[in-house]
Structures are given as structure tokens and as C-alpha cells.
């Protein structure tokens, strides 16, 4: 399975950005996807995921203000963030788990600033 993610960029505080991560290679049995952050020195969070049901999962600092969605039929998953904070300045990364397996996107750069 391989992640392609866009959408990244510099943004002011209370502006928003939509992210996209297309999958390809093998994704039948794809489960899961979503979207994990890291800033500098902080590990890797969780900021949203979805199953291909639909089901929606968001940690407390995103939830009110992000919003996940997937498209199967294109294999791809979208985060809206809206009224970005300096604090959701981080590498975003996408992930797709099959199979017991997780997958990771080579990362977007999202810069807010104040």
C-alpha cells in the first residue's frame, strides 16, 4: 500500500486547509485511515480516523474544528481542519491499516501561524 498526501502549507491563525491522501498498490482489505500528527519534539498523535464504514474516531484537540472524510470508491481520505491554531503546526501523516498491518504516508508540512 502506498499513501500520497497533499494539501499542506502555511496558514494564519483561523484560516483552513484540507489534507488528501489517495492509497494505492495492493489496498483491497484496507480498513482504517486516518490522520496522525508529530511537531518538533513531540512524539506522533493521533488526530482523526475513519473505517470504511464510516465510523470516526478524533482526539480531543481536533474535535469541533477538523473533519475527516473518505471517499472508497477513489481510495481517499481528506481532513478539513478549520480555525487552525499555531498549535496544529505539525508534519501530518496519513495512515491506512490492512490487515493488521499499518502504512504510512511520506508526511505534509502544516505550518499556523499567529
Known amino acids: 500500500v502506498q499513501l500520497q498526501a497533499s494539501g499542506g502549507g502555511l496558514v494564519q491563525a483561523g484560516e483552513s486547509l484540507r489534507l488528501s491522501c489517495a492509497a494505492s498498490?495492493?489496498?483491497?482489505?484496507?480498513?482504517?485511515m486516518g490522520w496522525y500528527r508529530q511537531a518538533p519534539g513531540k512524539q506522533r498523535e493521533l488526530v482523526a480516523t475513519?473505517?470504511?464504514?464510516?465510523?470516526?474516531n478524533y482526539a480531543d484537540s481536533a474535535k469541533g474544528r477538523f473533519t475527516i472524510s473518505r471517499d472508497n470508491a477513489k481510495n481517499t481520505v481528506y481532513l478539513q481542519m478549520n480555525s487552525l491554531k499555531p498549535d496544529d503546526t505539525a508534519v501530518y501523516y496519513c495512515?491506512?491499516?490492512?490487515?493488521?498491518?499499518?502504512?504510512w504516508g511520506q508526511g505534509t508540512q502544516v505550518t499556523v501561524s499567529s
Open positions: 475513519i473505517t470504511s464504514g464510516g465510523s470516526t
Open positions: 495512515n491506512a491499516n490492512r490487515i493488521a498491518t499499518n502504512y
Open positions: 498498490g495492493n489496498i483491497f482489505g484496507i480498513n482504517a
